[in-house]
T-cell receptor, first 114, second 113 residues
């Protein structure tokens, strides 16, 4: 079946603008995860969803970051008032259920804030 | 909190030879999974192999195998018969009770023709 998809593949924006990143998980996967990959910080966890709820938002770096998931499927990560330090690759992953499971990743969205 | 350490930033291997990538981790949990993911320049993070901590037998997937030493908290990846397509960044990762993946810093592997 189809894997995890993300859009856009690349996004260039100006400092201060809002951006939305989209993730479409593998069909039937109930758990969805967002990670950020940057040169300085490596790979870091942002947030996960079990169904439509996000029990753990501890990884979101500031209140400018938010995420939602509707219908237990597609998720959107929104960054408001982008800053240059938000430039990174944002990776989405899904697993069949929450817990000790393998996470399968999408191709990522490369965000560049000018 | 869990930590994953990959101390080698880069390695190089001749095509058809064998290479071992090292990883150590620290956790107080007893039930967890360990992974090796491959990230080629295309950026897609691809699962290479998974090891469940409760299994004593080392996982193998074709040319890829691990040496899992639970007491030593060591989890190395052996790539046999290296191919040019194995050139990529490799990440060691841990997941436990909180379901989050904790990654090492990664190692850049270059396969020379």
């Amino acid at each position: 079946g189809a894997g995890v998809s993300q859009s856009p593949s690349n996004k260039v924006t100006e400092k201060g603008k809002d951006v939305e990143l989209r993730c479409d998980p593998i069909s039937g996967h109930t758990a969805l995860y967002w990670y950020r990959q940057s040169l300085g910080q490596g790979l870091e966890f942002l947030i996960y969803f079990q169904g439509n709820s996000a029990p753990d938002k501890s990884g979101l770096p500031s209140d400018r970051f938010s995420a939602e998931r509707t219908g237990g499927s597609v998720s959107t990560l929104t960054i408001q008032r982008t800053q240059q330090e938000d430039s990174a690759v944002y990776l989405c992953a899904s697993s069949s259920q929450w817990g000790l499971e393998t996470q399968y990743f999408g191709p990522g969205t490369r965000l560049l804030v000018l | 909190a869990q930590t994953v350490t990959q101390s080698q930033p880069e390695m190089s291997v001749q095509e058809a030879e064998t290479v071992t990538l090292s990883c150590t981790y620290d956790t107080s949990e007893n039930n967890y999974y360990l992974f090796w993911y491959k990230q080629p320049p295309s950026r897609q993070m691809i699962l290479v192999i998974r090891q469940e901590a409760y299994k004593q037998q080392n996982a193998t997937e074709n040319r890829f195998s691990v040496n899992f030493q639970k007491a030593a908290k060591s989890f190395s990846l052996k790539i046999s018969d290296s191919q040019l397509g194995d050139t990529a960044m490799y990440f060691c990762a841990f997941t436990g009770a909180n379901s989050k993946l904790t990654f090492g810093k990664g190692i850049t592997l270059s396969v020379r023709p």
